[in-house]
């Protein structure tokens, strides 16, 4: 038996820093009703359905703009979001201006989705950032946020942040 040809490869070097390169990228949802939830993301964030399965079996959709890949919706549970279990506790959309936020408070009326808090909040007392909140379909709680001009506004008044516990 003859030993393994030198391909000159070397070893991989270890791991020596952190992957500073990665950004997030598209967001995958497991929906219980994809219709419902192409529908809620559609209206509320004007989504286009870059692809759509046929398949009644294996159902699902990637929603985007202008070609980007920003969400997949998974059609593979039932029942609602569980607040309490280990993984995702909410998804945050930003956009780049309160004025933005106020728009994306409107769009939610307009269609009915009630917020988890009736005004506009920064993210803890003394922060620019923050946002508003609701909830998709399925329970999963939804952020729309911007990341200044919101520090003259007030603060939820039991301390804690606003994205946090709720």
Do not use: K
């Amino acid at each position: 038996m003859s030993a393994p040809a030198d391909t000159g490869a070397s070893a991989a070097p270890a791991a020596t820093a952190p992957i500073t390169a990665a950004r997030t990228g598209h967001v995958a949802l497991n929906v219980s009703d994809l219709a419902r939830s192409l529908t809620f993301y559609r209206d509320v964030f004007g989504f286009d359905v870059i692809a759509e399965s046929g398949d009644p079996d294996h159902r699902y959709a990637f929603l985007g703009r202008d070609s980007v890949l920003v969400l997949t919706l998974w059609q593979q549970s039932s029942g609602d979001f569980a607040p309490g279990a280990p993984g995702l506790h909410h998804l945050a959309f930003d956009v780049p201006t309160p004025q933005d936020v106020e728009t994306a408070v409107e769009r939610l009326r307009a269609l009915g989705v009630p917020l988890i808090y009736d005004e506009v909040l920064p993210h803890m007392p003394g922060l620019e950032s923050g946002g508003i909140f609701c909830t998709d379909p399925d329970g999963l709680r939804i952020e729309i946020c911007t990341a200044s001009g919101l520090g003259d506004r007030e603060p939820l008044t039991h301390g804690q942040p606003s994205c946090g516990f709720f």
